[in-house]
């Protein structure tokens, strides 16, 4: 318990039986739903409150959270902590289990004493209570009490616990004293469950006759949970459950597998985690069928981390009365105390024969007034929607889920949301619905829109701009990339401040992206980029035009953009590739012709002389037949190495095939500087050549041509030293 000072507390009153007096919000209402669902949900109280623990930090801006639960005339008992560090809720957890307590100074005995919220504001350190120590060393600086009320008394106490000091706002404290309130009501009904469950056998009995067992599978190391209920219902050995999904499944037949799979798959959609399904099992005294009911849960970033549910033994289709009464007493809590306004109908009639308090504030009417009348008298029913064609998908499959439709509610129009399962109520073949008002969702769309438009490019760099081009909104990425904070590229030129600074685009490059955007909604091209710090950057911009709906002009565009850097790179590094002998390193024949036409054009231009010197190696054939190819490829490399030594860095060495090389000659000054290289070249291949330890004497036979004497072009000097390298050959031998 966190020790306060009773001074700088605030208390809240309880609303009339801990409800708001306001109409929540639709967050809130699916905060409230989401919570009793999880209490509901789950057998174990501990496991149920932590559960909640955790929706009401990820769904708020709680940081932790710790639940007391307690009886008349008893103090509170630490049930359960939550905060999102796995580490800080077992220091929780640790420090309240065996802590000692000032109890007059205390959120929970506060909360009890008043009956009502309780808001500290700071925690204090203390001497006495190392709980404020712990909370203070994780950061939490303030308080909220909720009050768990029963209907006479306070069954416990969850206290909030936040980084800042900042009080709640009143709606709220509300919504929290209503969850608060239907928390209370869950643990008074468990209460009187566990009375009855103690003092009655039958109930265990019908547990067995029901053959009704729970299961959990952790989806972060496929780890299966049963009970010995789950062993009963699937006819095995305790010690023979199946510990992994993996082991299920080959109990499954494989021709059932695919409906297993379904039910994994559909539990792990977070717009509707609730699947059922029947498979068969096989069993030592044979196959069974089972339904398995399973449901999805989530952590704070939406990712399912386990698939929690049920599995019957359907075999005998046995459904005793005793099991039958305790469902419906377990519904009966859930189905009042729900704050999704919900309502029981016939199937074939529509006659309303149940609704819940939800239902009646909705409809604005008392239950007298709505049970006995059907759904088209009490204007809930869609008009432009078939009531036999939807009851018709409900016979069929049993359930319909997040059915959107349009209804006339209390004479006004409303959007609706309605879940509709058959049921059977009090021997009535019945549809249970629950109906969510999403009126207000509807009313925030159009404000939301912009938003959606420039979350859906948010994965890169996302800016948004008005219809002068200026800076509305950008994402973290946009400063990751760029450098410029959200609050130093608001209201600036989205193109003065990033593109036209670089100087690197032609005149009218933007206006034609304008018009682009003008008349075909979108453009995309690259793009030159200048970070805040000044540096450079290519990168690939898609630009959006936004439309207004009703008039279709252009309110705003949407830019997203992304550092192409790195494929800059890779992709000059490919051009290298393709331009340079892969073992050498020297450039290949394509580059070899597209520096030889610049070079001639050059010295076309200045009445320059250029010359091609053509090598082939001698004996070379015979060094792979004797040495290997290994061998062969290392001396084709030192040979490169030395061709390289015997030119000028403006001059180029290249491989035009196995043992060929072509050496390009520029800017000469001398009809015979060529063959001066020529003799160079003879005399470098000529010295022996040392491979693995083994030396190696090869020489080479030199061709040349010279501009333009022997040729004007590429093509005819190449020819014109290849010509000469072989007459060389026949005319004086190899080495000439």
């Known amino acids: 318990m966190v020790s306060i000072l009773q001074g700088a507390v605030k208390h809240f009153p309880a609303t009339a039986q801990g409800k708001a007096k306001q109409m929540p919000s639709a967050h809130s209402l699916q905060l409230l739903y989401n919570a009793v669902q999880k209490l509901s949900g789950t057998r174990r109280l501990d496991l149920g409150l932590a559960q909640v623990l955790e929706l009401l930090c990820t769904e708020s801006h709680w940081q932790a959270a710790i639940a007391w639960v307690t009886r008349p005339e008893q103090t509170p008992q630490f049930q359960c902590a939550w ?111 566990s009375q009855l469950h103690e003092k009655n056998a039958k109930l265990l009995q019908t547990q067995r006759i029901a053959r009704l067992a729970s ?26 459950l199946p510990g992994t999904l993996h082991e299920l499944l080959a109990l499954i037949p494989e021709e059932d597998h ?68 305790r469902s419906e007493q377990r519904w009966e809590a859930a189905f009042r105390n729900s704050p999704v306004p919900s309502i029981i109908t016939e199937v074939d009639s529509g006659l309303c024969l149940d609704a819940n308090d939800e239902m009646c504030r909705l409809l604005k009417l008392d239950l007298d007034e709505i049970v006995g009348k059907t759904t088209t008298e009490l204007l809930i029913w869609p008009a432009n929607m078939s009531r036999s064609a939807f009851v018709d998908e ?15 509610v209390d004479g006004a129009e409303h959007y609706l949301i309605i879940n509709m399962e058959r049921i059977e109520f009090n021997n009535h073949d019945a549809l249970f619905g629950q109906w969510v008002d999403i009126t207000p969702v509807k009313k925030l769309e159009e404000s939301l829109r912009l938003t959606a ?120 590094r490919l051009r290298q590739l393709a331009l340079h002998d892969e073992l050498t390193g020297l450039a290949n024949r394509t580059l070899l012709i597209e520096r030889g036409n610049r070079a001639l054009l050059q010295a076309e231009r200045h009445d320059g002389m250029v010359a091609v010197l053509f090598v082939d190696l001698n004996r070379f054939k015979s060094v792979n037949d004797r040495f290997g190819h290994a061998v062969g490829d290392t001396l084709l490399q030192q040979v490169a190495e030395r061709l390289v030594l015997c030119v000028r860095a403006s ?27 020529a003799d160079k070249v003879h005399m470098g291949m000529v010295e022996p050549f040392q491979v693995e330890g083994v030396s190696i004497d090869i020489g080479a036979s030199v061709g040349v041509a010279r501009y333009p004497h022997d040729g004007v072009d590429m093509t005819m000097l190449l020819k014109f030293a290849d010509e000469g390298l072989y007459q060389a050959k026949r005319s004086a031998g190899k080495g000439r």
């Not at 599978?217 to 305790?238: E, F, Q």
């Not at 936004?546 to 790179?569: C, L, M, W």
């Not at 290249?654 to 009809?671: M, P, Q, Y």
């Open 83 to 193: 905060h999102a560090s796995n580490q800080n809720t077992q220091e929780l957890e640790a420090c309240f289990r065996t802590g000692a307590f000032n109890h007059q100074d205390t959120i929970p005995f506060l909360v009890m004493r008043h009956r009502g919220s309780v808001f500290a504001p700071v925690i204090p350190p203390s001497n006495s209570n190392e709980a404020n120590n712990v909370v203070r060393r994780l950061g939490l600086q303030s308080a909220l009490g909720i009050p768990l009320a029963g209907h006479d008394h306070i069954l416990g106490v969850i206290e909030l616990l936040s980084t800042n000091q900042s009080e709640p706002e009143a709606g709220t404290i509300a919504v929290l004293q209503t969850l608060g309130s239907d928390i209370g009501q869950f643990l008074e009904a468990r209460q009187l469950e």
């Open 215 to 240: 299961w959990e599978l952790d989806l972060l190391n496929l780890k299966l949970y049963g009970s010995r209920d789950t062993a009963r219902v699937m006819g095995l050995p305790v010690n023979a």
């Open 258 to 325: 695919a409906i297993f799979n379904s039910l994994l798959a559909g539990a792990q959609q977070q717009v509707h985690p609730f699947v059922t399904v029947e498979h068969r099992l096989n069993s030592p005294d044979g196959v069974r069928y089972l339904m398995v009911r399973a449901e999805g849960q989530f952590d704070h970033t939406g990712r399912p981390v386990r698939i929690t549910g049920t599995m019957q033994d359907i075999t005998e289709q046995k459904l005793t009365d005793i099991q039958a009464a």
């Open 394 to 408: 409900v016979k069929k499959r049993g359930s319909v889920r997040q059915k959107e439709f349009r209804a006339r």
């Open 453 to 572: 438009a420039a979350v859906e490019h948010a994965a890169d760099a996302l800016v948004l701009l008005n219809r002068k081009g200026h800076i509305v909104a950008v994402n973290p990425a946009f400063t990751a990339i760029t450098g410029y904070s959200s609050a130093k590229a608001l209201d600036q030129w989205f193109l003065g401040l990033l593109h036209k600074p670089t100087g690197r685009h032609e005149k009218g490059f933007f206006k034609k992206a304008i018009n682009a955007l003008e008349h075909h909604n979108q453009w995309k091209g690259e793009v030159w980029t200048q970070r805040a710090n000044g540096e450079i950057f290519p990168s690939i911009l898609t630009l959006g035009a936004i439309r207004a709906p009703e008039t279709n002009e252009i309110t705003h565009y949407v830019g997203v953009f992304s550092d192409i850097s790195r494929q800059k790179e890779y992709e000059e």
């Open 651 to 677: 001059d180029t060495v290249a491989r035009v095939g196995g043992d060929e090389f072509v050496i390009l000659l520029t800017d000469l000054s001398h009809d015979d500087d060529a063959y001066q290289v």
